[in-house]
């Protein structure tokens, strides 16, 4: 038999009770269209997460102080992060290039008889607005171009402090857009004194506005509002003890990154006293964070999630499957009669596996591109639902269809060899 009457006597047997055959195929376009909507969705979330983080690049190591809950209240375990310990650390670990650091508090304002309470103030160095640059997490209003926007478009007007002005602690800083606003009600800053939980200082900028990159997260922002200082200047004036730093390292060479993580680990170990316990085990008290370590993380957790769903979805191929199981033995029951006259006519049993297996393979085949058509449909709704999480993975398409089809073969195989074992005197009589 060739094969195109091999697919047109399956497309016959098929059609004999076609209400039966579109009922057996609803779980295998289930199970399809929830395949390719799982994988869009696991696309879409790694996607999600390499853009959480693309702000931390690969060349950089954050390090935070590691604290614990005690009577209720958040304390550090061991030594904090001091702004020293970030100075040295550039100065003598070899895969250090610089240590960015910032310290946050809320502070008044007061410009003459205009008061401003709880604004935000940020202690940062000198490069603080080329991180953000490069972070490419925040970006001035309106911005279209599609080169990244570089230091000074973040700078409306006057300038940022500078490494110099840093170190001395100057009494300088810089205004977010909205809050030169409220506090100048539309007068020039740069140059004026103003004053900081009553600690005088000049302002030598303003901020440009501000947006963030994506769109979804601009209502509500309140990146316009805020003070910058030198960092140490903001623990010198509005902190009566040493805060603990957020602390961001920059290695030499990212290729580097692992080594330059165990030196500073052996640095800070060494800073705080931190010595091997009975077990040969350092109870450090500072957390190591790198880009590989974030995405990882999150990675993983992405890949469970998906792995969940594709376990979910497979149940429904399990189920459409057992259905072309079911089908398939009852059409062989009918058509026991029909088997006997082939086989009494010449038909070899080969003949009538690859009859039944080829109706159960154009089954499943129909099926399976039925589910990748729903399953497409479905991407958009489902990204819509999800915050933009689901991005159609093409090499799902041929997967899911693949899979359809090993489905057909599997569960069509039983019901075809049990028809070929049928012997032809018994076929014929039966009724």
């Not at 983080?53 to 061991?78: A, C, M, N, W």
């Not at 903001?234 to 009566?240: A, G, M, Q, S, V």
């Not at 398409?397 to 569960?411: E, N, Y």
Request: aromatic share 8%; proline share 3%; hydrophobic share 45%.
């Amino acid at each position: 038999m060739t094969l195109s009457n091999l697919i047109w006597t399956a497309w016959q047997g098929l059609s004999k009770n076609r209400v039966r055959a579109v009922l057996t195929s609803l779980g295998i376009i289930i199970g399809v269209a929830s395949v390719i909507a799982t994988l869009a969705l696991g696309n879409g979330t790694r996607a999600a997460v390499e853009a959480k983080f693309r702000f931390l690049g690969s060349d950089q190591i954050q390090i935070s102080t590691k604290y614990k809950t005690e009577q209720g209240e958040r304390v550090p375990t061991g030594e904090i992060l001091s702004y020293e310990d970030g100075i040295l650390m550039s100065k003598y670990l070899e895969y250090i290039d610089y240590v960015e650091m910032t310290i946050f508090n809320t502070v008044r304002l007061r410009n003459g008889r205009v008061a401003l309470s709880n604004v935000v103030i940020q202690g940062t160095m000198a490069n603080y607005l080329d991180s953000q640059a490069d972070g490419r997490e925040i970006q001035p209003a309106g911005w279209a171009k599609s080169t990244t926007p570089d230091t000074d478009s973040f700078i409306a007007h006057g300038r940022f402090y500078t490494p110099a002005e840093v170190v001395a602690a100057a009494e300088v800083c810089v205004l977010g857009h909205q809050t030169a606003e409220d506090l100048f009600e539309g007068s020039d800053p740069i140059g004026e004194a103003i004053l900081v939980n009553r600690k005088s200082c000049e302002v030598i900028g303003v901020l440009a506005e501000l947006e963030s990159v994506n769109p979804v997260q601009r209502e509500g922002s309140e990146l316009d509002e805020g003070i910058y200082m030198p960092v140490s200047t903001t623990i010198r004036d509005l902190f009566e003890e040493e805060p603990s730093m957020v602390m961001t390292a920059h290695v030499t060479d990212e290729a580097m990154i692992d080594e330059a993580s165990a030196e500073i680990t052996s640095y800070l170990r060494e800073r705080h006293g931190i010595k091997k316990d009975a077990e040969g085990f350092y109870a450090d008290d500072f957390h190591i964070t790198t880009k590989k370590d974030l995405i990882g993380a999150q990675q993983e957790a992405a890949r469970a999630f998906s792995f969940l769903l594709t376990a979910l979805a497979s149940v429904s191929l399990v189920v459409g499957g057992i259905g072309i199981m079911n089908v398939m033995l009852v059409s062989v029951t009918e058509r026991t009669r029909e088997i006997g006259i082939r086989r009494a006519v010449g038909a070899k049993k080969i003949d009538v596996v690859m009859q039944f297996l080829m109706e159960a393979l154009l089954l499943s085949a129909i099926s399976g591109i039925l589910g990748i058509a729903l399953g497409i449909i479905f991407i958009p709704t489902a990204s819509s639902l999800m915050d933009d999480l689901a991005l159609l993975d093409p090499l799902s398409i041929p997967l899911a269809f693949c899979v359809a089809l090993f489905t057909g073969v599997t569960f069509g195989l039983y019901p075809a060899l049990r028809a070929s074992q049928l012997e032809p005197i018994d076929a014929l009589r039966y009724e």
